[in-house]
């Protein structure tokens, strides 16, 4: 991740700052900013509270909504804003049952106003709040320094500005899709006690009454929780691959089954090796892995070898498992979606799409069995948050690879010269979600890709094709000449350049694809487009005369193009 570099404002001048967009904090550009603040120092009916004056709820909550109008405000000028919620030291909390009392209970209103902060921004999308009080409790007694406050108003000990910069950090890699994706797990030791080799799978340690066991079982079910926020898990074990098989499907205290695994590699080959294999296969990148294993020796053999692969230090005690999973901090994401929560399950089916593949053989073939349906819907509300997080995560099928937050690319989606769809792949095996990203800009007499972007679960089975024909054909009817696409070359998206060498558009100055819009682009035979309304296009793409008068790709049933629309 990039350095930091940091703009400061000046103390105290909270409201100036958020409310003058010409302040000087405002004048760098900031990509983000974190507005941190005592309750006691925006709030004056909250500081009358704390020197124990009569406060009415009302005052109280009058100036918490004037402190978030403020916020939300300021960031709509801004990509990111974190806002840390209120606390209070200690020496604030030592009135005893008067601390929570109904009247001038002062850890009472702080709860209070708190979630009335948190209430008055949900929805806002550039605003992140963030969870003070677990710096605090990482600060430990020392967090308040007292000391540090009269020298140079620091409120806080170092140790909570550390715990502060790990979180705000890692919502930063979050935000810029640079989040961990998958889990690659060793077994002996790591799922379970024991070599499952020798013990079998009856004499694995796991659950039970033993301190160990249970601390195992409780790293299996965070473990399974990180599969419900949308990352995947994998095995790569030195193990005969039935006998792992079978203690997992065997063994009662077992919280992960096989299809909770996107894939494994379990073998008496050389790990590393294994994992190069695997995430190859499941089309992921290196630098998305976290690599876990009780072997020091595996464990540097992979850091040395797969260097852009993360590889934590991990505990020899097994009851220090589930912590130690649950201090990194490298899983955070700005939002969870509904395809984030199934796409265990989506790795699972897709596992047998592949398995359907081998048997088939023949590319064709395999692909006229699986009835793939693509559903394409322009951008809007409902479908904005997966689709800025789908363009800010992905990286080997991303024409462009721009991050743009759901506000910016919303916005620019709406000008007039411009369209955005999404693409949801479903087949007979399940339904994959929204994995496709197009937008489509007019320039003159020639519309541009911009944004090309298609989930790794999906990759190969013609949806690219369906993408360029949707975007082409709405080029097409906008009356230019030709469309073309920019490839902007990074260390990850090379599969994107592969892709559209072979996509039928021809290669001009190296990186630029170009199609004369005279032409329509094919729709492959096995792809069935649906429209937003559930129709579909029964046509042939021959059918269609480019002379005709017709709707943004006729069979889509979307949009009108904009009769507006100038051209060179």
């Given at each position: 991740?990039?350095?930091?570099?940091s703009?400061?404002?000046?103390h105290?001048e909270?409201?100036?700052?958020?409310?003058?967009?010409?302040?000087?904090?405002?004048?760098?550009?900031?990509?983000?900013?974190?507005?941190?603040?005592?309750?006691?120092?925006?709030?004056?009916?909250?500081?009358?509270?704390l020197?124990?004056?009569?406060?009415?709820?009302?005052?109280?909550?009058?100036?918490?909504d004037s402190?978030?109008?403020?916020?939300?405000?300021?960031?709509?000028?801004i990509?990111?804003?974190?806002?840390?919620?209120?606390?209070?030291?200690?020496?604030?909390?030592?009135?005893?049952?008067?601390d929570?009392?109904?009247?001038?209970?002062?850890?009472?209103?702080?709860?209070?106003?708190?979630?009335?902060?948190?209430?008055?921004?949900?929805?806002?999308?550039?605003?992140?709040?963030?969870?003070?009080?677990?710096?605090?409790?990482?600060?430990?007694?020392a967090?308040?320094?007292?000391?540090l406050?009269?020298?140079?108003?620091?409120?806080?000990?170092?140790?909570?500005?550390?715990?502060?910069?790990?979180?705000?950090?890692?919502?930063?890699?979050?935000?810029?899709?640079?989040a961990?994706?998958?889990?690659?797990?060793?077994?002996?030791?790591?799922?379970w006690?024991?070599?499952?080799?020798?013990?079998?799978?009856?004499?694995?340690?796991?659950?039970?009454?033993?301190?160990a066991?249970?601390?195992?079982?409780d790293?299996?079910?965070?473990?399974?929780?990180l599969?419900?926020?949308?990352?995947?898990l994998?095995?790569?074990?030195?193990?005969?691959?039935?006998?792992?098989?079978?203690?997992?499907?065997?063994?009662?205290?077992?919280?992960l089954?096989?299809v909770?695994?996107?894939?494994?590699?379990?073998?008496?080959?050389?790990?590393?090796?294994?994992?190069?294999?695997?995430m190859?296969?499941?089309?992921?990148?290196?630098?998305?892995?976290?690599?876990?294993?009780?072997?020091?020796?595996?464990?540097?053999?992979?850091?040395?070898?797969?260097?852009?692969?993360?590889v934590?230090?991990?505990?020899?005690?097994?009851?220090?498992?589930?912590?130690?999973?649950?201090?990194?901090?490298?899983?955070?994401?700005?939002?969870?979606?509904?395809?984030?929560?199934?796409?265990?399950?989506m790795?699972?089916?897709?596992?047998?799409?592949?398995r359907?593949?081998?048997?088939?053989?023949?590319?064709?073939?395999?692909?006229?069995?699986?009835?793939?349906?693509?559903r394409?819907?322009?951008?809007?509300q409902?479908?904005?948050p997966r689709?800025?997080?789908?363009?800010?995560?992905?990286?080997?099928m991303?024409?462009?690879?721009?991050r743009?937050?759901?506000?910016?690319?919303?916005?620019?989606?709406?000008?007039?010269?411009?369209?955005?769809?999404?693409f949801?792949?479903?087949?007979?095996?399940?339904?994959?979600?929204?994995?496709g990203?197009?937008?489509?800009?007019?320039d003159?007499?020639?519309?541009?890709?911009?944004?090309?972007v298609?989930?790794?679960?999906v990759?190969?089975?013609?949806i690219?094709?369906?993408?360029?024909?949707?975007?082409?054909n709405w080029?097409?009817?906008?009356?230019?000449?030709?469309?073309?696409?920019n490839?902007?070359?990074?260390?990850k998206?090379?599969?994107c350049?592969?892709?559209f060498?072979k996509?039928?558009?021809s290669?001009r100055?190296?990186?630029?694809?170009?199609?004369?819009?005279?032409?329509i682009?094919?729709?492959?035979?096995?792809?069935?487009?649906i429209?937003?309304?559930?129709?579909?296009?029964?046509?042939?793409?021959?059918?269609?005369?480019?002379?005709?008068?017709?709707?943004?790709?006729?069979?889509?049933?979307?949009?009108?193009?904009?009769?507006d629309?100038?051209?060179?």
């Open positions: 991740m990039p350095a930091v570099d703009v400061s404002s000046f105290g909270v409201f100036q700052t958020l409310l003058d967009e010409k302040a000087p904090a405002w004048s760098s550009n900031p990509d983000f900013v974190v507005v941190w603040t005592r309750p006691e120092g925006v709030l004056q009916a909250f500081r009358d509270l020197s124990c004056s009569r406060v009415s709820d009302q005052d109280l909550n009058r100036e918490v402190y978030a109008a403020a916020l939300l405000r300021a960031s709509k000028r990509r990111a804003m974190f806002v840390p919620t209120w606390v209070i030291p200690p020496f604030h909390q030592t009135q005893g049952l008067l929570l009392a109904a009247s001038g209970g002062a850890a009472r209103a702080l709860m209070r106003i708190n979630v009335r902060l948190l209430e008055s921004l949900a929805g806002a999308p550039t605003i992140y709040p963030l969870w003070t009080d677990k710096w605090i409790q990482l600060g430990g007694p967090a308040f320094n007292y000391r406050w009269y020298l140079g108003k620091i409120p806080f000990s170092n140790e909570v500005f550390k715990a502060a910069a790990r979180d705000i950090k890692s919502a930063l890699r979050g935000l810029s899709g640079q961990k994706k998958i889990v690659l797990l060793d077994l002996d030791d790591v799922l006690g024991g070599i499952v080799g020798d013990a079998g799978w009856e004499g694995l340690t796991l659950g039970g009454h033993d301190p066991g249970e601390a195992l079982v790293f299996q079910r965070e473990l399974k929780a599969t419900r926020r949308g990352i995947l994998a095995i790569v074990s030195k193990n005969e691959e039935s006998v792992a098989m079978e203690a997992i499907a065997k063994h009662p205290e077992m919280v089954k096989l909770d695994f996107a894939g494994w590699r379990i073998n008496w080959r050389d790990k590393a090796e294994n994992i190069h294999a695997l190859n296969e499941l089309n992921l990148g290196l630098d998305s892995a976290v690599f876990i294993d009780d072997s020091a020796v595996e464990r540097a053999r992979v850091r040395e070898t797969l260097p852009g692969l993360f934590p230090e991990w505990p020899s005690d097994k009851r220090l498992y589930p912590r130690a999973l649950l201090s990194l901090d490298c899983f955070d994401r700005p939002s969870l979606t509904e395809e984030d929560r199934q796409r265990s399950r790795s699972a089916v897709d596992r047998e799409r592949k359907s593949r081998i048997d088939l053989g023949n590319l064709e073939e395999w692909l006229a069995t699986l009835n793939t349906r693509v394409v819907e322009e951008l809007n409902a479908n904005l689709a800025a997080q789908l363009l800010n995560k992905t990286n080997q991303n024409l462009s690879t721009r743009m937050s759901e506000v910016d690319f919303d916005a620019w989606a709406r000008e007039k010269t411009r369209r955005a769809w999404t949801r792949v479903s087949d007979k095996f399940g339904d994959s979600g929204l994995t990203i197009l937008s489509v800009e007019i003159g007499s020639r519309a541009r890709i911009i944004d090309f298609l989930s790794c679960r990759m190969g089975r013609k690219e094709e369906a993408m360029l024909h949707v975007g082409i080029a097409r009817a906008a009356r230019v000449q030709e469309v073309c696409a490839y902007c070359q990074t260390p998206n090379k599969p350049y592969d892709f060498t996509s039928g558009l290669c100055e190296g990186n630029m694809f170009v199609w004369d819009a005279a032409k682009y094919p729709l492959h035979s096995a792809i069935r487009l429209s937003n309304d559930g129709s579909t296009f029964e046509k042939t793409s021959a059918d269609i005369n480019p002379s005709e008068s017709i709707r943004v790709d006729d069979h889509l049933r979307e949009s009108e193009v904009s009769a629309l100038t051209h060179g």
